[in-house]
């Protein structure tokens, strides 16, 4: 064995592995240091947006267009996905409860789903389609094209102007939009179970009123909050922060989609988690589909 260690040491390869192995430290150890860098920054871009917000409102002129922007030009695509949602949710359930017996009970599943997890998730994802990606593209113009720089030469606070009426556009709209996916989700559900599938409409809706309740609607439009202000200063963020060029543009907008996606999902598994918890805790026993 020695003599092999020093036949691989006296080859060249010895060198080679650890200069391998340096390399393999080194870019790890940017990666992180990059990554916790990116984070500090993140968290002070989120301190400013609030501390605007606490020290002065925006105006109502800035305010409207960045709220017709959000709320009234995204709900076509909106209404669109929960209806089709709500059917593709009755296709894939109803031949499996149908096997069980359970066909009826197809109205709580799909209203429950759609209440309490599609509707805010598919609403939060259309929004960071259409409008995350329209604010990290349009201010990351505005700083290749240094305007961001001439507004802060002027006196003007580039956050207070341009971040926190996107971000209150996006945390005040949301919940509506949110509400229009689980209608029309639960719209579309019932035309396709209640119209083409044939299930009786008195049971479809007597078991939605029984498993869906207020709580679950409440939960849906505060995690609705959460998903919003994370699109806004996520799609600002990767907007202030783009770098020079068309390419740097391209890149921010994708990477404000991405970034806001992946976050939205945590956030949806920790919220779930803790409304389970308070759920239970307020009725033990809980409702049973079955």
């Known amino acids: 064995m020695p003599a092999t260690i020093e036949a691989i040491r006296s080859s060249g390869s010895w060198d080679r592995f650890r200069a391998w192995i340096a390399q393999w430290f080194r870019e790890?150890?940017?990666?992180?240091?990059?990554?916790?860098?990116?984070?500090?920054?993140?968290?002070?871009?989120?301190?400013?947006?609030?501390?605007?917000?606490?020290?002065?409102?925006p105006r109502r002129?800035?305010?409207?267009?960045?709220?017709?922007?959000v709320g009234v030009r995204s709900l076509p695509v909106i209404a669109l996905t929960g209806t089709f949602i709500g059917m593709v949710l009755s296709v894939q359930s109803y031949f499996q409860f149908k096997q069980l017996g359970l066909?009826?009970?197809?109205?709580?599943?799909?209203?429950?789903?759609?209440?309490?997890?599609?509707?805010?998730?598919?609403?939060?994802?259309?929004?960071?389609?259409?409008?995350?990606?329209?604010?990290?593209?349009e201010l990351g113009t505005m700083r290749v094209t240094e305007q961001i720089d001439a507004l802060a030469s002027?006196?003007?606070?580039?956050?207070?102007?341009?971040?926190?009426?996107?971000?209150?556009?996006?945390?005040?709209?949301?919940p509506a939009l949110t509400v229009m996916a689980d209608f029309m989700g639960v719209v579309g559900g019932y035309f396709y179970s209640v119209i083409i599938l044939g299930i009786d409409f008195h049971h479809y809706r007597y078991n939605s009123?029984?498993?869906?309740?207020?709580?679950?609607?409440?939960?849906?439009?505060?995690?609705?909050?959460?998903?919003?202000?994370?699109?806004?200063?996520?799609?600002?963020?990767?907007g202030f922060h783009c770098a020079p060029g068309?390419?740097?543009?391209?890149?921010?907008?994708?990477?404000?989609?991405?970034y806001s996606f992946v976050i939205i999902l945590i956030l949806d598994l920790v919220l779930n988690i803790l409304s389970d918890a308070v759920y239970y805790a307020l009725w033990p026993e809980g409702a049973k589909l079955f």
Not at 61 to 69: D, H, R
Not at 215 to 227: H, R, Y
Not at 246 to 258: D, I, K, Q, S
Request: charged share 10%; glycine share 10%; hydrophobic share 60%.
């Open 103 to 137: 066909e009826t009970r197809l109205g709580a599943v799909i209203n429950m789903s759609l209440v309490r997890e599609l509707g805010p998730v598919l609403a939060a994802t259309m929004l960071a389609g259409r409008v995350g990606s329209a604010m990290a593209a």
């Open 61 to 69: 002129s800035v305010l409207l267009p960045n709220f017709y922007q």
């Open 154 to 174: 002027m006196g003007a606070n580039p956050v207070f102007h341009l971040v926190v009426p996107r971000f209150l556009a996006s945390v005040f709209l949301i």
């Open 246 to 258: 068309a390419e740097g543009v391209g890149r921010a907008a994708t990477a404000a989609f991405v």
């Open 209 to 238: 009123e029984q498993f869906v309740g207020v709580f679950d609607l409440l939960m849906g439009l505060f995690k609705s909050l959460f998903f919003g202000g994370t699109i806004s200063l996520v799609s600002c963020y990767r």
């Open 28 to 57: 790890w150890g940017e990666f992180v240091i990059d990554g916790l860098v990116a984070v500090g920054d993140f968290t002070f871009f989120v301190a400013r947006t609030w501390m605007w917000l606490l020290v002065r409102f």
